[in-house]
């Protein structure tokens, strides 16, 4: 059984996968892919256009010309690991080519370490290109430079991130997101749609949509109409939703803040007919009012409450995920235990919990009452050991029960798979123990769930 909780860093990104092969002569680019699953959808476009101009693409220092760091900037632990893995790039290949969040700050990198070839910043695809071009210049062969439909992916081939759009509009006083990536920038529904139907075409079986706020997509757009097949659609995440479902593979939407209209995807999630999931991660970042209007956030903590029970009572499936804060500036014990008394009610089924720490160019670095850093310890160990009771106990509901997984990976041992309510890399698992060796990655099965632990099921074939 696994003791230990699903990985909650929202830093570190899904192990790197990338393709082999490589013709006589030509140039080789590799590439460390850190942060969010955002930045790994950079690091897939990147790709996509490296190899459509026949760069191949090596697994290892060694055999590559240059190396490209895709960087994460969000906290300073993330961008002290950023900073590590350039100097091992730069120890290993020394040809390194830095972008992503903490590119937006390139004095910061090149005071560390001065020898790298060129610094971007997050989402600037053109200039990555033209900084691997002079590098490295490249030697395309059209004959054999064939790019798969679906481009190049760093995730396994039957789930895939779906980006809908960059930037956010929200200024929490902890994060500096809209200062590094901008403001909100929404993709048109019609080109996400095309992009999603290339890759169901190609063999996904799950399309994990991400963006900085999800349930915002579209505003920046007024919700403007865009082309899709023989008529139109509306840039609004319901909408988007709707025929993302409608093209035959689980559709999981991440980063979701809960206006209200967010009430209007529970009925597509409750529809079996619909290939939306009922899983929403939702960041609501703490329970407290005082400690949320500190934070810059909507501060309706009881009102959460009464969605949360609205959207139960439409869809009784549904998992719901988030993420929070202990030990914000200020947090008094008393806004601490109002959300333990938050989480007891609420019983969210999968819960992710950071220690504050201070960002560089952050608002909340200015707050006073910063607290110890024992004190911020403690409090994260309270909070994991009730989140932890209470995913055990939600877990433990599921046994008797018949529930679809998908399959991720087989070995000796077991099949490891996931339920609609697991995320890849972020939540939990269902492991099959009996009978899997004829199931393959990607495969979609019934299981009778006859075991649950902490974080995780075991389920047999039915």
């Not at 010309?65 to 690991?81: H, P, R, W, Y």
């Not at 969605?307 to 009572?313: D, H, Q």
Request: net charge negative; proline share 7%; hydrophobic share 40%.
């Amino acid at each position: 059984m696994s003791e230990n909780p699903p990985q909650l860093r929202p830093d570190i990104a899904p192990a790197i996968r990338l393709p082999e092969a490589r013709r006589p002569g030509q140039p080789m680019v590799g590439m460390v892919s850190l942060g969010c699953p955002k930045a790994l959808v950079d690091s897939e476009r990147i790709l996509t256009r490296l190899r459509a101009e026949g760069y191949g693409v090596s697994p290892d220092y060694s055999g590559a010309d240059a190396v490209i760091v895709n960087t994460c900037g969000f906290l300073d632990s993330a961008k002290a690991e950023s900073l590590e893995a350039i100097g091992e790039a730069l120890a290993e290949n020394g040809r390194v080519i830095v972008t992503g969040c903490l590119g937006a700050e390139p004095d910061y990198i090149t005071g560390v370490h001065p020898r790298v070839l060129a610094v971007t910043g997050p989402h600037q695809y053109e200039q990555v290109l033209d900084a691997v071009h002079k590098a490295v210049p490249p030697a395309p062969d059209p004959f054999v430079d064939l790019v798969p439909a679906s481009g190049v992916h760093l995730t396994p081939r039957h789930y895939s991130y779906l980006k809908i759009s960059e930037g956010c509009n929200h200024k929490c006083k902890f994060c500096i997101i809209p200062d590094m990536r901008g403001r909100l920038v929404s993709r048109p529904a019609g080109s996400v749609l095309r992009e999603a139907e290339r890759l169901v075409g190609a063999g996904v079986k799950e399309l994990l949509v991400i963006s900085q706020d999800t349930s915002a997509y579209g505003l920046d757009r007024k919700h403007a109409m865009s082309t899709w097949k023989d008529g139109e659609i509306r840039d609004h995440i319901l909408d988007l939703s709707r025929e993302l479902g409608r093209l035959g593979a689980w559709v999981r939407l991440h980063y979701v803040y809960p206006y209200p209209f967010v009430r209007d995807l529970i009925p597509l999630m409750a529809d079996p007919e619909n290939g939306l999931l009922p899983y929403l991660d939702i960041p609501f970042q703490h329970a407290h009012p005082d400690t949320l209007k500190r934070m810059a956030r909507p501060a309706a903590a009881a009102r959460t409450l009464d969605e949360i029970a609205a959207w139960r009572a439409i869809c009784p499936d549904l998992t719901l995920r988030s993420t929070f804060i202990v030990g914000y500036p200020g947090e008094t014990e008393a806004e601490f235990q109002t959300l333990l008394d938050w989480l007891d009610e609420a019983q969210l089924d999968r819960v992710g919990c950071f220690k504050y720490e201070n960002v560089d160019g952050a608002r909340a670095n200015d707050l006073p009452d910063h607290l110890p850093d024992e004190v911020k310890q403690d409090r994260w160990n309270r909070f994991m050991e009730k989140a932890q009771a209470i995913s055990e106990a939600r877990l433990q509901a599921r046994v008797g029960r018949r529930i679809e997984v998908i399959v991720d990976e087989i070995d000796g041992e077991a099949a490891t798979c996931r339920t609609m309510g697991d995320a890849p890399e972020i939540d939990g698992h269902l492991y099959i123990d009996e009978g899997f060796q004829d199931l393959s990655p990607g495969d979609i099965v019934t299981v009778e769930v006859d075991e649950a632990g902490e974080y995780d099921l075991w389920g047999r074939r039915v």
